[in-house]
């Protein structure tokens, strides 16, 4: 029986949209779990979410640059970008690679490729790009894909509406180098808290509404949809958001190995423009972030209801944004600063370690073309 719940639960994560009604982990709704329920529930949602891993929108014609990133609004500029790129190749507007997406569960399995070079750009966490060239992995930042869309979400029957209620508590975050957890950081302050007054737990951020649902956590801050999921199904609701606390908040950001830079700049500077131009277009008119929600929801990218992204687009619209991508020094030294205090660097990591400013700056946002 346990097993057929596990099984159940990972099921909902993987294709985590077919039904809003996340499954019971082995308790009615209002009872907790105990730590041994949850360690074996969480290692069948593990497995299930691996299976996710590397999963790619492969391209029919010619050869492709394959770019990772986790199925968040946050990356919601990739699936524009590809769709537009192949788009325009087979209305002859260009005849050079493509650029295809490959979907990963979470931020470890995602930094391993990219370190190992099975893949050679990605949306990674500006934090922990920083901490891998302080261990020699060749890699650089090279653009923006998005600011704000960060949350931290609580049950709406519970009773936590500030955060010394949460003292002692379960708070879920996606990693200590997630921007998430520096977001946490900072509201807790506001309240003479720190990470010592809670219980953190680091977890997939496609585990957490179902989590939440099921009394494992009683609080989690990561990046959308997975906070508007839980939101628009009935039973969560923002505790904060990035949009009102944060405005300059940035977090993924487009990464690429520095063989790439050297091998194919040409196509870096075209992902680039790319990016920045699927930015522009998203943040342009509403119903471009709806034909986006749409595109990003299919299988061959995000594989979620597309209900639920237009909802993030929407509630409120700012909730993310896409069409200010300016790399800013400022910010970035600041993003660092936090991470040092956080724990999650060592020491500082100069800018110029692991930002490639030429692309950004010699960039020409590329028109989007969408059927």
Not at 49 to 64: I, L, P
Not at 132 to 159: F, N, Q, W, Y
Not at 183 to 189: G, P
Not at 331 to 354: I, N
Request: proline share 6%; with cysteine; net charge positive.
């Amino acid at each position: 029986m346990r097993e057929a719940r596990s099984v159940a639960v990972a099921n909902w994560l993987c294709c985590p949209w077919v039904d809003s009604r996340p499954p019971l982990i082995g308790r009615s709704r209002g009872e907790g779990i105990h730590r041994r329920d949850l360690a074996r529930g969480i290692a069948g949602i593990a497995a299930a979410a691996v299976a996710t891993q590397g999963c790619r929108s492969h391209s029919k014609e010619g050869t492709a640059l394959v770019v990772g990133g986790l199925p968040v609004t946050c990356n919601l500029t990739l699936p524009i970008a590809c769709a537009s790129r192949m788009l325009a190749q087979q209305q002859g507007r260009h005849s050079g690679e493509l650029f295809e997406y490959s979907k990963y569960s979470g931020w470890p399995e995602l930094k391993e490729s990219l370190m190992a070079g099975r893949i050679q750009a990605a949306f990674m966490l500006a934090p922990l790009v920083m901490d891998l060239t302080t261990k020699k992995i060749p890699i650089k930042i090279v653009a923006l894909g998005h600011r704000s869309g960060a949350v931290i979400m609580v049950a709406k029957d519970s009773p936590y509406r500030k955060f010394k209620d949460l003292i002692g508590k379960r708070v879920a975050i996606p990693s200590r180098f997630a921007v998430d957890f520096l977001f946490l950081r900072k509201m807790l302050n506001q309240e003479n808290m720190t990470t010592k007054d809670i219980d953190l737990v680091e977890m997939p951020p496609p585990d957490m509404p179902a989590a939440l649902y099921a009394k494992a956590v009683d609080a989690y801050c990561t990046g959308e949809p997975f906070g508007a999921a839980a939101e628009k199904a009935g039973y969560a609701i923002p505790l904060r958001m990035t949009r009102d606390e944060w405005r300059n908040y940035i977090c993924c950001v487009l990464t690429v190995r520095e063989e790439l830079i050297a091998e194919k700049r040409g196509l870096v500077q075209e992902l680039v423009n790319t990016i920045l131009g699927a930015g522009a277009w998203l943040d342009e008119a509403q119903p471009h972030r709806e034909k986006a929600a749409e595109i990003a929801a299919g299988r061959k990218f995000f594989n979620q209801d597309p209900k639920i992204i237009k909802f993030v687009m929407e509630n409120p619209r700012d909730r993310v944004t896409y069409g200010d991508l300016r790399m800013i020094k400022a910010e970035f030294d600041e993003l660092m600063q936090l991470s040092v205090e956080a724990g999650t660097l060592k020491q500082p990591v100069p800018y110029e370690q692991y930002v490639d400013e030429s692309f950004a700056k010699a960039a020409t946002p590329a028109p989007i073309v969408i059927a």
